[in-house]
């Protein structure tokens, strides 16, 4: 049976929009908790041209089933015309932990 719940990776511009869009994602009950890592610095391709920008790393921790309302709200509210966002299974975790989070975003 697979894993109800999700690891959601995302970058942002350093600063302001990486918190709003972490706040926004937890008051709209779309992730439990969202971690704003910051000093990361993103190489990649652009329009067939090499980039590279200074941004945050935002890991939100979510079920499955909000996963398809995550994804259109940071599609709404994303600053970048391409926002990664990247959900990785969770296997594991700690009971009291995982019993939280599926309340949070119930």
Avoid: F, Q
């Avoid at 302001?16 to 439990?32: P, Q």
């Amino acid at each position: 049976m697979a894993s109800p719940y999700r690891v959601v990776l995302m970058t942002a511009p350093r600063g302001r929009k990486a918190e709003l869009l972490a706040k926004g994602l937890v008051t709209e009950r779309l992730a439990a908790c969202v971690n704003v890592v910051p000093g990361v610095v993103s190489h990649y391709r652009w329009k067939g041209r090499p980039c590279r920008d200074a941004e945050c790393l935002l890991v939100a921790k979510t079920t499955a089933a909000k996963l398809p309302a995550l994804e259109r709200w940071v599609a709404a509210n994303h600053p970048y015309s391409v926002p990664e966002v990247i959900a990785l299974t969770v296997d594991r975790g700690a009971k009291p932990y995982l019993r939280w989070l599926a309340g949070e975003v119930a």
